[in-house]
Structures are given as C-alpha cells and as structure tokens.
C-alpha cells in the first residue's frame, strides 16, 4: 500500500485529507480507499480534530474508481452479489458517519465515486473550472457510493433523474444553480476560501457542533416531533459542558471564546 496516495495532516483543529495520485486523476483503487478510510476513522477519534477537509492534488479532484484495475482483475468486478458485504468502515459510511464536519474543496473534476464522495461532505466549495460528471450510466454502473441516496435528498427526485439518468458534467455554475456547492471561487482562491471556512468553524464550540450534525443527520429520518425530544434530551447535556460555561463567560465578557471540547 503507498501511503503517499493519501496524504493526512492536522494544522490548528484542522484536518486535511489529499487524494495524492495526480498522475491518474486522483482516482480511487482499493488501496486508496482503506487509507481513506483509515484516516477518516483517525480523524473522527482525534479530539484535537474539529473540521475534515478534502481535497485532491493536481488538476482532479477524484476520476471515480480505478477502472484500470476492474480491467486488470484488482476491483470489484469478479466478485459476487452472493458473496459481497460491504464493510462498516468502508469510505461511504466512514464519511456519512463522521461526526466532525466536513468541508469538500473541489479543485477539479469529480467524476463517479468522486462525485458521491464529494456529496457525501457537509460543504462543499468549488473551483470554477471544476466540474460534477456523474458518468455512472454512460459506463454501464450506477452511484454506488451514496449518490442515489443523497442527490435527492439535495435537489428533489426530478432534478436528481435528469442529472443521473443523462450522465452529463455538471458546470461549477450548474453546480451551484443546483445547490449542490456552497461556493463557486477561482482556483487560486479555492483553498484559502476553504480554510478561512474550516477555521472560522473549528474556533466554534465542537461538542455543540457534533451535536447540531448529528441532529440534523437523524433529522432526515425523524419526524419532527421524535427529533425535537431528542434535541431537547442533548440540550441538557450540553448545559453540563465546559464549553457551554466558557462560552456564557465569553458572551458576557464580551471576548472570544476559548473551547476545548470539553
């Protein structure tokens, strides 16, 4: 396994995964996606750790899976229905799963599995000159990471059919008249954009923050009076918080606070 196809760091609350293959576009093999995995679950353990970014190096995002290795005997392609489970670790859930927000910064084009796991962060900014190619049937397959459940849940069953059913790139401006991207910025600008995001939330409260995403997550399901009691039951948790004294202090102090997830 080449640990550099995946690079991890940790800077001021703040951790960045880099797709790291700029040679293949960044696309996935098998490898690749246990360190993606790895790091994920690395991430979301690490107290120091309150934002996720994700990005890719080179001119790509994510080309999507390998599909030199299906070709090579290397993926999936041999293996049966019958015989096939995916693994609660596995990047898809790892992403749903993460309770620490994540924020996507898409340099490039994000096709395939790029593009589910792009949709599976919380946040997305995008490069201008990126685009969304969700080319899953123009190859015969269909998004298996995610997307068939969370594309119509963002943008409604009529607009998510026509974008999976054509299979056409999506534009960053297309991207964003979908809201399917919360910023459209220039290349140049895209990371420092992203880390003025990722720091303005990390300087939050986390446990608050876990909280909020977790609440929305299970929000998707509930009704609204079964979350409303689950929010009011965690509200009550985080009265006991820390965090929740410094930030009391703070505002009557009128200074910044100081959390330490706690």
């Known amino acids: 396994m080449n640990e550099e196809h995946v690079l991890y760091e940790v800077k001021n609350h703040v951790a960045t995964l880099t797709l790291n293959r ?39 995002f994510c080309a999507g899976y390998d599909l030199k290795d299906e070709a090579e005997g290397k993926g999936l392609r041999g293996t049966t ?63 298996e990471s995610g997307g068939t459940w969370m594309l119509p849940r963002m943008i409604g069953w009529a607009k998510a059919c026509e974008v999976f059913f054509r299979g056409g790139p999506l534009s960053a401006e297309e991207a964003l008249a979908y809201g399917l991207v919360n910023r459209v910025v220039a290349p140049e600008a895209l990371l420092d954009e992203t880390y003025t995001l990722a720091y303005e939330i990390a300087a939050n409260a986390p446990l608050s923050i876990q909280a909020t995403k977790k609440a929305m997550r299970m929000g998707l399901e509930q009704n609204f009076e079964t979350n409303i009691q689950y929010t009011y039951t965690i509200l009550l948790q985080l009265f006991q918080s820390q965090d929740f004294a410094e930030g009391a202090r703070a505002f009557m102090e009128r200074r910044p606070p100081n959390f330490e997830g706690k």
């Open 81 to 143: 229905a019958a015989h096939f489970n995916l693994p609660n670790d596995a990047p898809p859930l790892a992403l749903h799963n993460l309770d620490k927000p994540t924020i996507c910064a898409l340099n490039g084009p994000a096709a395939g599995y790029g593009m589910d796991m792009a949709l599976g962060c919380d946040m997305r900014l995008m490069s201008n000159t990126a685009k969304l190619a969700p080319a899953f049937t123009k190859i015969g397959v269909l998004p």
């Open 22 to 60: 700029p040679d293949r576009l960044n696309a996935l093999s098998q490898p690749m996606l246990a360190l993606l995995s790895k790091y994920l679950i690395e991430a979301n353990s690490d107290r120091e750790v309150r934002v996720v970014v994700l990005t890719g190096a080179g001119r790509g």
